[in-house]
């Protein structure tokens, strides 16, 4: 019976042990994450983040397991997008005054690398460190911006911007998010911007449209008249063709014609 309680706190002692051993936390330092790397299962697809619990049996194994701790960072870029609005040259041309239907935006971009995403970077790309995971979010970064002054560019010529003239730095995120699965983007914000009046560009537009209506209503008659004259007159000359063709094949025929007519024929040429 003493045996009992001694080979109890052993048990106690040798279940803290393991535990502790395997509690990956403790091998975390505070607010950061970490890629679980083992020799016998390689990369595991889940990040050991910081505050959950997360114990691994790997870890029992001496020089088994490895963490590859991360601090992921947040950067932000900026953006210039400038254009003008479809058919703006001939829509400001045919108003009063020629007003400027062009646009110019610039826009501030803030993301971070996904913490889930750590272990595919660690796999995929070799990110094994926070300078790795800094270079790979500025290039990261360097194609969003490109993205992103494609969205605005976009967004302005189809019309999707706000009514107002601005721009949705909601959808543009999201957008974002999308097409880098890798990024956390935190938010896109329109710093300044220079947009034309919307309502003058629609009623400039419905303005030219009408403007072509009575021009083709004006023309196209014409125009139809025209096309109707010059066919008639190439399936004339087309008939004079073959017709002259048909005489230099067959000569005798100008004289059976010239009798049809009431004409004298030719009279034959002597040998």
Do not use: C
Request: net charge negative.
């Amino acid at each position: 019976m003493r045996r009992f309680p001694f080979t109890l706190a052993v048990l106690v002692l040798l279940s803290v042990a393991v535990f502790l051993i395997g509690w990956l936390p403790l091998r975390s330092e505070p607010g950061s994450y970490a890629v679980l790397v083992t020799k016998t299962g390689g990369v595991d697809p889940e990040v050991v983040a910081p505050g959950r619990f997360r114990w691994a049996a790997e870890a029992l194994l001496p020089t088994n397991l490895t963490l590859r701790r991360f601090s992921p960072a947040a950067a932000e870029r900026r953006i210039e997008a400038s254009g003008e609005l479809p058919s703006a040259d001939v829509y400001g041309a045919f108003m009063a005054g020629e007003p400027d239907f062009s646009y110019s935006v610039v826009a501030s971009l803030s993301a971070a690398p996904k913490p889930e995403a750590l272990p595919e970077l660690y796999g995929r790309w070799g990110v094994s460190d926070d300078e790795g995971l800094a270079a790979w979010l500025d290039s990261e970064l360097e194609l969003a911006t490109v993205d992103l002054r494609a969205a605005i560019q976009e967004a302005m010529r189809s019309g999707s911007s706000s009514p107002l003239g601005g721009v949705d730095e909601g959808a543009l995120a999201l957008a974002l998010s999308q097409s880098h699965p890798l990024l956390d983007v935190r938010g896109v914000r329109v710093v300044s911007s220079r947009m034309p009046d919307p309502r003058l560009y629609e009623e400039a537009r419905r303005l030219y449209s009408r403007y072509l209506e009575a021009y083709r209503a004006a023309v196209e008659p014409a125009l139809a008249e025209s096309s109707a004259d010059a066919a008639a007159e190439n399936v004339r000359l087309e008939r004079l063709e073959r017709y002259g063709e048909l005489l230099e094949r067959f000569p005798a025929l100008i004289d059976y014609l010239a009798i049809e007519a009431g004409i004298a024929p030719r009279p034959a040429s002597g040998k």
